[in-house]
């Protein structure tokens, strides 16, 4: 058996523990095992057992080590980010667990589109609960089109869309923009094109994509009147992120997604002419029914006001 083994058991013994990816996360970010374990307040050779731990469980090197620090393997950069999704996942669970724990007289359930809900929506909570540590928070994350299902069927308080108009039966407020950003991994033949593409060969192109009834499926549509059958159809943005990334073909992904994989050049951005791939972040409600209560706090703290006519 070689040191990195292959994992077997159930998922508890094949995904490490979030004190593990708290350490992965911390070395990618300080660019040293010693910072790391001191920021998290662990002995260095503890954060180093760790690591190798972590390695053997994933039966993948996830960081090199040399005497000028540590960086990340290709691998090890791929892990964080799936890593930080892992995380941001746990805060908002504690966010929740925590207001279940305090009283049970308040609660705010939630529906959110998944780029809004794996991007943005945990550092709301967070901030919601410094502001109503009692309030008990459930969220439902799904396509724009479950989170108006969802108000309209009365399981939702508030709910966030990100598709080009605002859904039937529903009042909204714009709470940000966002740009969509065709993308390939470095291999891709469109990586190395000098001219840019335009909208009739995005539109004729098979593309990694969402499913139907999400946001960034429905922008993109209008947005190029048609597309092409995809390659391959995903159910969240960091599904098709990752199969961008293994090199299966061109995605369309939020450029809140993209950030950590563009700037280490591990997806490359494709320019588009002729196409208008902006769109509105918008939180909604039933129509005549204003947020009120923790509802409304979570707005205000969207938009840093107060909800209005969009």
Do not use: C
């Not at 108009?165 to 390939?184: S, Y």
């Amino acid at each position: 058996m070689s040191e990195l083994e292959e994992p077997r058991g159930g998922l508890a013994h094949r995904v490490p523990d979030l004190g593990a990816l708290e350490l992965l996360l911390a070395v990618a970010r300080l660019g040293s095992l010693g910072r790391a374990a001191r920021e998290l307040g662990i002995t260095q050779p503890a954060a180093s057992s760790r690591v190798r731990s972590m390695e053997r469980q994933l039966g993948v090197a996830l960081v090199d080590r040399s005497p000028r620090g540590s960086r990340l393997t290709d691998a090890g950069a791929l892990v964080t980010d799936w890593a930080r999704r892992i995380v941001e996942a746990a805060e908002a669970f504690d966010v929740g667990a925590q207001a279940l724990r305090d009283r049970r007289d308040s609660r705010l359930r939630v529906a959110a589109s998944m780029t809004i809900a794996e991007y943005l929506l945990p550092g709301w909570l967070i901030a919601l609960r410094a502001e109503r540590p009692d309030t008990a928070v459930s969220l439902l994350a799904g396509n724009s089109t479950i989170v108006a299902e969802r108000l309209l069927a009365d399981e939702a308080d508030l709910g966030f869309v990100e598709g080009p108009t605002v859904p039937a039966g529903l009042d909204a407020v714009v709470i940000a923009h966002d740009h969509l950003i065709v993308v390939t991994a470095p291999g891709h033949p469109w990586a190395r094109r000098r001219r840019p593409l335009d909208a009739a060969e995005l539109a004729s192109t098979p593309l990694i994509l969402r499913e139907k009834g999400s946001g960034t499926r429905q922008v993109l549509e209008s947005a190029l009147g048609g597309l092409a059958r995809p390659l391959i159809e995903l159910s969240s943005t960091t599904a098709v992120k990752s199969s961008a990334l293994s090199g299966a073909g061109p995605a369309v992904l939020s450029e809140l997604a993209l950030g950590e994989e563009l700037s280490a050049r591990r997806l490359v951005r494709i320019p588009v002419d002729g196409v208008r791939l902006r769109r509105a972040l918008r939180a909604v409600w039933p129509t005549g029914h204003r947020p009120a209560g923790p509802a409304r706090d979570l707005l205000g703290l969207t938009r840093g006001g107060t909800p209005a006519a969009d």
